[in-house]
């Protein structure tokens, strides 16, 4: 064997021994693998080991050739120094290391970057279908999961299971609207949750994360949404970092620190640098690769069972994420930093136990508000559709879009959160959810179409304790504004004007909560002229719903629906062209309304003088229930 070839051999079996951390076994073995290249060894040999010194450098190894320090005896068939040559294995030293061309001294392989992981492995704890959005036959939320998850309080009546009363079922409609843009935040709580041992999914047929099935799975489905919806409760979505991205990385080296043993585990969100649109991924390691610059690997569920990356610069204090929101999309860089706050984690523990919504009184921040004290006057402000918002209080206060597309929050308190989802996120617009702190009684909401390209149809829902209210089928033309005048009054009067240049009537919706029953009301003007007011009131007091025709200056026929739920049932009253002249009220007493088939007594003060001028009983048109809520 020449001499160039020995020092090769020998430098690589260095290299192998400081990789595979030598040969320091208490009994003085070497690996397996190592006694498989050397089993024609003669143990009746005896063999002095090689210098130490020869692998300072190669010019000190062929040196040590010459003077025959390295017999041909010391290497066995392809090369590889036997065990009774190996320098390490006398003398018990860690492994050699090696000089370069200048005489410093340099480690034979350079260690690796250090990891902090939790133990979460993508290819086994995580999903290996997709995210979604509203495709057919997708399962959401059900009364089920509401009551699971608020207790016995969003219930109505519980004569047959439970109903749900209006201002919970709308919560839960718009949040199921949401999920059609995808179910992401579901998927990152969900997936932390199995491997943290809070729930199995065994439970939801398999044995791993990753074998369980979407299609038909409406178990799972819902469980999905569940988690989804927690962002947005309380405490639920009320514990987050997101401080700094360096604050971000310390916390979680922190938590992965203790593996499965962790106290908290988090949910990660990335958003748009406007807040239009978010995702959640689910962080499971920290890889330090020096020089202030930081790996996360993450799990994203637009990736099925892969391990990504978002990478976090200390040194400038930001971040980094090369993704495609759409699994179906070219890859894209998204970024931010300390002061643009679009990168958080949230703790998933707080969602464990009952969660308190905005409809419901309670201990805690309300839905989107934790920054706000406890608050239980606010009302969450929800669109639905291509249309922007902006909301402005009585004294001038704004919060939401202006026409050139810019954002704006004047009103202290008040606050807007976007929900993460994730599919489509990065190609479109999400409206936020706006919460108005107490002191915004009286506001205004503008539907705004300066951006729109094309007609569309959009939907105002406001929520409140006890009480909603919802504006529906709302059509807007490109640069079209229509304007929604509220007002509510300690929740004993609530009061909706609707002013819109367009000839179709929205539907107006309002929902009670009381102690005796729950009510909801559903009024369209089914033939009403264009430019008109459309005037809607609850009196809670006398028991009274209104419909005021101020603003119009010719006859129009309106649709009435109303629904009583106690807890003996849930009954419906519904009617069609009622015959109302400009400045005209109605007065519905729902309060004298026994259900179960019963008439319904309409009040009308003619022009609106504070006498009332006629009173018609009206019996059940039945039938129409359906038709509201499916048209």
Known sequence: MTAKIKILLALVLVAVMAACGGSNDADGGVDERVVEDIKNLDDEVELPPIPLECFDSQEEFEQCDDDGLLPDECFDGEGFILPECDPTEEQGTE?????????????????????????????????????????????????????????????????????????????????????????CEGMAVLSSLFYYGESSPSTFGADTTGDLEFPGNDALQREIAYWFATQATYPGGAAKVNESPSAIVDK?????????????????????PDFSGGHAITPFAVEDRGGGIVDVLVYDNNFPSETRVLTVDRNSDSWQYQASINPDEPLSLYEGDASTKTLEI???????????????????????????????????????????????????RRIG???????????????????????????????????????????????????????????????????????????LDPGQQDTIYVDVENDEYLALNYESDYSDSPDIW?????????????????????????????????????????????????????????????????????????????????????????????????????????????????????DFYDE
């Open 252 to 272: 979680l080296i922190e938590t992965f620190g203790r593996g499965t043993n962790a106290e908290e585990f988090w949910a990660m969100g990335i958003y748009q």
């Open 510 to 626: 309002f929902g009670l909560a009381t102690d005796d029953a729950d009510y909801e009301f559903i009024v369209r003007g089914s033939d009403i002229e264009p430019g008109g007011s459309f005037n809607v009131a609850l009196d809670f007091p006398s028991g009274d719903f209104l419909l005021n025709t101020t603003g119009q200056t010719e006859f129009g026929l309106y649709d009435l629906l109303v629904v009583r739920i106690d807890d003996q049932g849930e009954y419906v009253f519904s009617t069609e062209d009622i015959e109302l002249l400009p400045d005209d009220t109605m007065f519905v007493n729902f309060f004298e309304w026994e259900g179960d088939g019963s008439p319904m007594f309409l009040d009308f003060d003619f022009e609106t003088n504070g006498t009332i001028d006629a009173t018609l009983v009206l019996e059940d048109g039945g039938g129409e229930y359906v």
């Open 346 to 396: 949230v703790a998933i523990t707080p969602r464990l136990g009952l969660q308190e919504g905005p409809f419901e009184e309670g201990d805690g921040p309300v839905g989107y508000a934790p920054v706000v004290g406890r608050d239980t006057d606010s009302v969450e402000v929800w669109l639905d559709g291509d249309a922007n918002l902006l909301i402005t209080a009585l004294d001038g």
């Open 401 to 475: 879009w202006l026409e050139d597309g810019s954002f704006i929050n004047e009103v202290k308190g008040a606050t807007s959160t976007n929900l993460r989802f994730g599919v489509d996120v990065w190609g479109i617009e999400q409206e936020p959810v706006y919460v108005l702190p107490s002191d915004v009684r009286q506001f205004t909401v503008t539907i705004d179409g300066s951006q729109l390209t094309e007609t569309g149809v959009s939907e105002v829902t406001m929520i409140g304790v006890g009480f909603n209210m919802v504006v529906a089928d709302l059509v």
């Open 95 to 183: 492994s050699p290391e090696l000089a370069d061309d200048d005489g410093d001294v340099v480690p034979a392989v350079e260690p690796g970057p250090e990891v902090v992981s939790s133990g979460f492995d993508p290819s086994v704890d995580a999903f290996g279908f997709e995210n979604y959005g509203g495709e057919p036959g997708t399962v959401n939320l059900t009364t089920v999961e509401m009551q699971r998850m608020y207790g016995d309080e969003v219930c109505a009546n519980l004569a047959d299971g439970c109903t749900l009363s209006p201002p919970a079922r709308q919560w839960m409609e718009q949040m199921n609207k949401a999920m059609a843009g995808g179910h």
